[in-house]
């Protein structure tokens, strides 16, 4: 393999009681960008701020980063720094404000700057000049706490622009399993899902390390060990902080692995239909881990490490386990079941996922007709045999 490089946060703080780490940052002033309403509604908002305090900080709250955060809302978000003018940024919450957060970080340490103009910088700008980011996850699924990237949607024109820096990994990460204890069960076992596809993808990709397999392997075991206590025992913290750091682990990995096919898939079905983004990683993955076998050993390695004879398998039993149908066409939301509506989009979405940047570094290689293939059995529920 040619030179590699590997970027997580300076710090990741984890286990019960890590939120309280909020008051050992060194600073005075500290913006806290959070989601619509459910970081309030379990009083976690309120604790951070009030641990902030505790800390010494002044400090302000910008809420209602909204799904899918749009340039409209980092705008306002940046304009909210710079009349605060933050030493520190606290994100908490999903991937939506954690992704924001990191956008409107960026200008606010460059407010001349167009969206536009940062899509197309030759760099990224350093940052780091004015604040700081500290990441407190709310699920175990994204890991934007840990990654380098952020997703911004152009909501007028319906494009979503990923962004990718080193510059925009968090310089703290707390990872402290109280706060994802409140998911509810579905949202538990789709992210969850998600975290295994993240590892998964990392482990078989043609990017892949020694540093990222070892993290990747890891939290597949995990997942397998502990998402189905999560999601049938929502108050088993035990469970909760395995599958915590497993989605964080599942992040070091694929932010630098990148990941595979499965995610060029979701996101394109999540394009068309609206299917949640875990909910379709899970449907697909043993579809494209039976693709991908003949051009990867590395899934006869999970199978030995897991002491099972068939990961697609054992991913379909996974899902079972957690109330996820085994094809795309048995999910009753979303009008996947709508046959005709799957046969119109099927040739567009199939080259659209094509030429999804995950593809890049699936291990098997491939073209829209073959991605339509595999959409089309993960839709029936076919076995794909060779
Ligand atoms: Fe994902």
Redesign the pocket.
């Known amino acids: 393999m040619a030179v590699g490089s590997f970027k997580i946060p300076g710090d990741i703080v984890f286990g019960e009681g890590s939120f309280e780490h909020l008051a050992n940052l060194e600073g005075k002033k500290a913006i806290i960008v959070t989601g619509g309403s459910s970081m309030k509604r379990f009083g976690f908002l309120e604790k951070a701020e009030e641990i902030l305090k505790k800390g010494g900080f002044e400090v302000k709250i910008f809420e209602g980063v909204e799904e899918n955060p749009s340039v409209e809302t980092v705008i306002a978000g940046k304009e909210a720094m710079l009349e605060f003018e933050p030493d520190w940024i606290i994100a908490l919450g999903g991937g939506s404000p954690l992704d924001a957060a990191k956008i409107m970080w960026t200008f606010y340490e460059y407010p001349e700057m167009t969206f536009d103009e940062l899509l197309n910088a030759p760099a990224f700008p350093k940052l780091r000049n004015k604040a700081r980011l500290a990441c407190i996850p709310s699920t175990s699924?994204?890991?934007s706490e840990i990654t380098a990237f952020s997703v911004i949607t152009d909501t007028a024109n319906h494009i979503k622009y990923p962004l990718a820096s080193p510059e925009i990994v968090a310089d703290v990460a707390i990872i402290d399993p109280i706060i994802p204890a409140k998911m509810p069960k579905h949202i538990t076992a789709n992210t969850g899902m998600?975290?295994l596809?993240?590892a998964t993808e990392a482990l078989v990709s043609s990017a892949a390390s020694d540093y990222t397999d070892a993290l990747a392997i890891h939290a597949i075991k995990l997942v397998f060990a502990n998402l189905k206590t999560a999601y049938e025992e929502p108050d088993n913290i035990y469970a909760r902080e395995r599958m915590h750091n497993a989605s964080a682990m599942a992040g070091m990995a694929?932010t630098s692995a990148s990941?595979g096919l499965?995610?060029s898939l979701?996101h394109k079905v999540g394009g068309e239909f609206g299917i949640t983004?875990?909910l379709a990683?899970a449907i697909l993955m043993p579809y494209i881990v039976q693709f991908n076998r003949k051009a990867s050993n590395k899934v006869d390695l999970i199978e030995k490490e897991l002491g099972i004879e068939d990961y697609p398998k054992a991913i379909k039993e996974l899902n079972l386990s957690l109330n996820i149908p085994l094809s795309l066409k048995e999910v009753t939301d979303f009008g996947l079941n709508n046959e005709a509506k799957w046969n119109e989009v099927i040739d567009r979405m199939s080259a659209n996922a094509y030429a999804d940047p995950c593809t890049l570094t699936n291990p098997r290689e491939s073209n829209p007709e073959i991605v339509k293939m595999i959409y089309n059995h993960a839709y029936n529920g076919e076995d794909i045999l060779d």
């Open positions: 699924g994204t890991a998600d975290v596809a993240h694929f990941l499965v995610h979701a983004h875990g990683n």
